[in-house]
């Protein structure tokens, strides 16, 4: 069971829901086998041990693994006083394990409703502090309107109601970011893969979020895998080209001493003017590898050799789309360096 919360930690509050969040915060995607299989009781050690670090914000959704995130995550923090964590799912895509791009993308209110009553049993909790709208973007775009006039109206209903705390959005593109800062209820954003080493495009939601006081999320400070050092998984979009370059850049640090994973977690979470940053992981090594890397001071000249050689795909909008029907699984045994880091 976790022990006291670690003041070290750097706490901030996130916007205008008044939430207090750790400076990082945990992603819960890995405990789902989204980058690669996991063993179930280290992924909740792993929890554990983000509570002692002093880490309060955790981050899931359903289509994680086909709900076992959700399930794995609820086994976690069974026994820990809610007061403990700030807790937040998603809503509006839900993925079949195994088939990820594969997914039932539904903003209705009586499937968001349904779908939270069973996030909330898997979750072993009442009220989740806040439930993003997911990924509206997917499938050509085709839900996103749905999105705007059912799913959104939906989560405020469910706000109104005491059933969740605040309403959110978790998405990729920076013209629907836009439109969503503008036009949705939104009371924090979780944005993904745009404050990174090869990705800050996510700065230019900074202004218009603190003009309406919307809280910030930071996600994927590994880019969804090319930052690891390791070969991300098959459902990513890059190219063989474009993988190819970002292993020209791990090789690039290795020579100078320093693994591209630290430079990327340091440079996403020293740099981000974001509320928090996000990054997941199953296993209690690369945790604490991650927290101790970030005690440490960051190579400003690195980073702009290392963006030097990404330049082709520096603010690259990828089409994570495209993913479609491609596996979950890594094409490498489990026990992999930095399989999962997001």
């Known amino acids: ?47 554990h041990l983000a509570l002692d670090a002093g880490i309060t ?20 923090l069974k026994g820990i006083p809610r ?12 993925t079949r394990p195994g088939a990820y791009g594969c997914d039932d993308l539904d903003y209705s209110e009586a499937r968001i409703r349904a779908e939270l ?14 439930v993003h709208l997911h990924d509206l973007e997917y499938q050509g775009r085709t ?9 959104f109206p939906a989560l405020v209903k469910l706000k109104q109601e005491g059933r969740i705390g605040h309403v959110g959005a978790g998405i990729y593109p ?3 970011w836009r439109r969503i800062i503008a036009e949705a209820p939104v009371d924090a954003i979780l944005t993904h893969n745009h404050y990174c080493l090869n990705d800050t495009r996510g700065s230019e939601l900074v202004g218009p979020c ?51 994973a630290k430079l990327a977690v340091q440079f996403s979470c020293h740099q981000s ?41 520096v603010d690259k909008q990828w089409d994570y789309d495209a993913g479609i029907g491609r596996p979950v699984r890594a094409a490498r045994p489990p026990t992999g360096p930095d399989h999962e880091d997001r």
């Open 117 to 130: 009553d069973a996030s909330l049993r898997r979750l072993g909790v009442d009220q989740v502090d806040i």
């Open 143 to 151: 839900r996103t309107e749905s999105a705007f006039a059912d799913g």
């Open 210 to 260: 603190r003009a309406r006081n919307i809280g910030m999320i930071n996600a994927s400070p590994f880019a969804s895998g090319l930052l690891t050092g390791a070969p991300p998984a098959p459902w990513h979009p890059a190219s063989p080209e474009e993988r190819a370059l970002f292993a020209r850049a791990a090789a690039f640090c290795e020579a100078r001493g320093v693994p591209i």
């Open 273 to 313: 003017p974001f509320h928090t940053t996000m990054f997941s992981t199953a296993r209690t090594s690369l945790l604490t590898r991650n927290l101790q890397w970030l005690q440490e001071p960051l190579d400003h000249d690195l980073v702009a050799e290392v963006r030097g050689i990404l330049h082709p795909v």
């Open 174 to 176: 920076l013209d629907l």
């Open 57 to 76: 914000y955790f981050d899931v959704a359903p289509a994680y693994g086909g709900t076992t995130a959700e399930t794995v995550l609820g086994k976690a």
């Open 1 to 47: 069971m976790p022990g006291p919360v670690d003041r070290t930690m750097r706490y901030t509050t996130l916007g205008r829901t008044g939430l207090t969040v750790s400076a990082i915060s945990f992603g819960a995607s890995a405990l789902g086998g989204v980058f690669g299989d996991i063993d179930e009781a280290e992924g909740i050690r792993t929890v």
């Open 83 to 94: 007061h403990r964590y700030v807790l937040s799912t998603k809503a509006g895509k839900y």
